[in-house]
């Protein structure tokens, strides 16, 4: 059995790395042709596109350059702008000093006077003092100077009788009593109207209007004994 040498071992290995590096070229020699027809398509048409000329200068974030025509037109991408915004202090210190100035300097002029307005209460009136009612006093009446005589001249004993029981029944005897319902006075307890009928038809004008309890005793006996003798016992509604 014979040994190969090295040279004949030599052939087969050169042929394998030969061929390892003409599949690495292939990818390569594709982009190429790739661009080269591109570029010829662009000029043809009048438009130049730059390509990176590499795969790995596809994936950079450098925006591309695109030119149509003779107008060359270029897409760039938006630059963010940062604003800086002065703000002016001036007028703001110079209003501060103004109001230094103010509350240092006093006024020149006077301030205006409050205005007052004076609104009208209406006042209750005063309440009407209440009436004082006083008592009327009491007339004074001419009393008759008492005639001295029989006031019972022309009547009989029964009749005298009569008066008695009357006078004892209507006053108990007091010439000067007064009814304070019915208003009647005197000691047979005449009525105003009563005595002054009687007075007037007895002929004693003196005695009309005289309340009978101010009238003497005399006269009232007898105007009692007139009345008996004109009407009889019915002014008196009882029999003694």
Known sequence: MTTPSIRSRRGPLLVLVI?????????????????????????????????????????????ATTTTGSAP????APVVETTTTTIDMAPVYEYAAALERAKAT????????????????????????????????????EVPVSVDGDP?????????????????R?????????NPSSGA???YQFLQN?????????????????PPQYASPYDQDFLAAHLLMWYGRSPW???C
Request: charged share 20%.
């Open 19 to 63: 061929a390892f590096v003409a599949l690495l070229a292939v990818p390569v020699v594709l982009a190429t042709v790739g661009v080269d027809e591109e570029r010829d398509a662009a000029g043809a048409a009048g438009t130049t596109t730059e390509v990176p000329t590499s795969v790995e200068d596809t994936t950079t974030s450098e925006p």
């Open 73 to 76: 037109t270029t897409t760039e």
């Open 106 to 141: 006093p006024p020149t002029t006077a301030p205006p006077a409050p205005v007052v307005e004076y609104v009208e209460v209406p006042v209750a009136p005063a309440p009407e003092p209440e009436p004082v009612y006083e008592p009327e006093p009491e007339p004074v009446y």
């Open 152 to 168: 019972f001249d022309g009547l009989s004993w029964s009749d005298r009788q009569f008066l008695e029981c009357v006078k004892q």
């Open 170 to 178: 209507e006053s108990g005897g007091d010439y000067g009593a007064v």
């Open 185 to 187: 006075g005197g000691a």
């Open 194 to 210: 009563t005595w002054n009928n009687t007075a007037s038809h007895a002929g004693r004008g003196d005695l009309v209007g005289l």
């Open 237 to 239: 509604s009882y029999s």
